[in-house]
């Protein structure tokens, strides 16, 4: 007769150990790339996702989005929307290359002009009479 702590001590050496997943190794926010599209996830809080779509960006429906090894995302509605944590979900949404490269040159002309403004060098320059030099680097 095999003893019950005889017979669960084989039994927890038959089982195969889990892989253990390191914590910096997992990627919950993936997602495919799509050819003339720039995606990001945009967290859905207050009116975040509405501003978005307001700009252009539309939501990315029926993609596979997150590590496999952490489970599957979940869907409300039609938008791909994993858990980032703290009981806050993302959104999957893109936008035409072409309209993303627009907004980025909007913002890029203006941070140019205020370090223009900031890197002035003499009165002549200066719009309110200040002088000075900063240098960025």
Same mark, same amino acid.
């Given at each position: 007769?095999?003893?019950?702590?005889?017979?669960?001590?084989?039994?927890?050496?038959?089982?195969?150990?889990?892989?253990?997943? $390191?914590? +910096?190794?997992?990627? %919950?926010?993936? *997602?495919?790339?799509?050819?003339?599209?720039?995606?990001?996830? =945009?967290? !859905?809080?207050?009116?975040?996702?509405?501003?978005?779509?307001?700009?252009?960006?539309?939501?990315?429906?029926?993609? $596979?989005? +997150?590590?496999?090894? %952490?489970?599957? *995302?979940?869907?409300?509605?039609?938008?791909?929307?994993?858990? =980032?944590? !703290?009981?806050?979900?993302?959104?999957?949404?893109?936008?035409?290359?072409?309209?993303?490269?627009?907004?980025?040159?909007?913002?890029?002309?203006?941070?140019?002009?205020?370090?223009?403004?900031?890197?002035?060098?003499?009165?002549?320059?200066?719009? !309110?009479?200040?002088?000075?030099?900063?240098?960025?680097?």
């Amino acid at each position: 007769m095999v003893d019950a702590k005889q017979s669960n001590e084989s039994a927890k050496t038959d089982r195969k150990p889990r892989k253990r997943v $390191p914590l +910096g190794s997992r990627n %919950i926010l993936t *997602a495919p790339k799509k050819s003339g599209f720039v995606r990001r996830f =945009v967290n !859905d809080k207050g009116d975040r996702i509405q501003t978005f779509k307001d700009a252009g960006w539309t939501p990315v429906e029926d993609t $596979p989005v +997150g590590d496999p090894k %952490i489970g599957r *995302a979940s869907s409300m509605g039609s938008m791909t929307n994993p858990s =980032v944590g !703290d009981g806050q979900r993302a959104v999957l949404m893109e936008i035409p290359e072409e309209y993303y490269q627009e907004d980025y040159a909007a913002a890029q002309a203006e941070i140019t002009a205020v370090e223009r403004e900031i890197q002035r060098k003499s009165k002549t320059e200066a719009r !309110d009479g200040l002088s000075g030099e900063v240098k960025i680097s």
